[in-house]
């Protein structure tokens, strides 16, 4: 099992930035994909972004605009959420999942979650 901590969230202007970390103080999360999800309120969680364990591999869900990028830093057992020009249907609550394969993409998939990261955009 794998701890995940999610950070970076928080309160941000229509059009800025943040940049979303998940982290891991195992030395292990290089063995696992690692997926992003967002819930916003009154809504379903939602698959936002899936990384391979090497990095090499990478997909987007539908719904998730051209202005958010999924990367990972083994060395640092992280994983990243860069989120550029951000706009208010944005706002939600951002998770991080890991499962040792990739290509999975639905909730009851991924066994490890952190416990989520707000992120709130004004207008």
């Known amino acids: 099992q794998v701890q995940l901590v999610e950070s970076g969230g928080g309160l941000v202007q229509a059009g800025g930035s943040l940049r979303l970390s998940c982290s891991t103080s195992e030395p292990t999360l290089s063995n696992y994909a690692v997926a992003w999800f967002r819930q916003a309120p009154g809504k379903e969680r939602e698959f936002v972004a899936l990384i391979s364990a090497g990095g090499g591999s990478k997909r987007y869900g539908d719904s998730v605009p051209d202005r958010f990028t999924i990367s990972r830093d083994n060395s640092k057992n992280s994983v990243y959420l860069q989120m550029n020009n951000l706009k208010p249907e944005d706002t939600a609550v951002y998770y991080c999942?890991?499962?040792?394969?990739?290509?999975?993409?639905?909730?009851?998939?991924?066994?490890?979650w952190g416990q989520g990261t707000q992120v709130t955009v004004s207008s």
């Open positions: 999942a890991a499962r040792r394969t990739f290509g999975a993409y639905g909730l009851d998939e991924y066994p490890d």
